[in-house]
């Protein structure tokens, strides 16, 4: 998985892809941005 995959994807998509990654809380809350921006940094996307 890419930023560009990430990028194109629904916010309920990175909901989804947030819920599979360990330890990641409050993604619910988050905008669109924010929360590419945090499962990035999760993942070690540039």
Known sequence: MD????RVMT???LRE???GIEDL???TQM???ELLE???R???IQ
């Open 25 to 27: 809380t409050g993604y």
């Open 38 to 40: 945090l499962i990035c």
């Open 3 to 6: 930023f560009h995959e990430l």
């Open 42 to 44: 999760h993942l070690n």
């Open 17 to 19: 892809v947030a819920e």
């Open 11 to 13: 916010i309920a998509q």
């Open 31 to 33: 905008r669109k941005q």
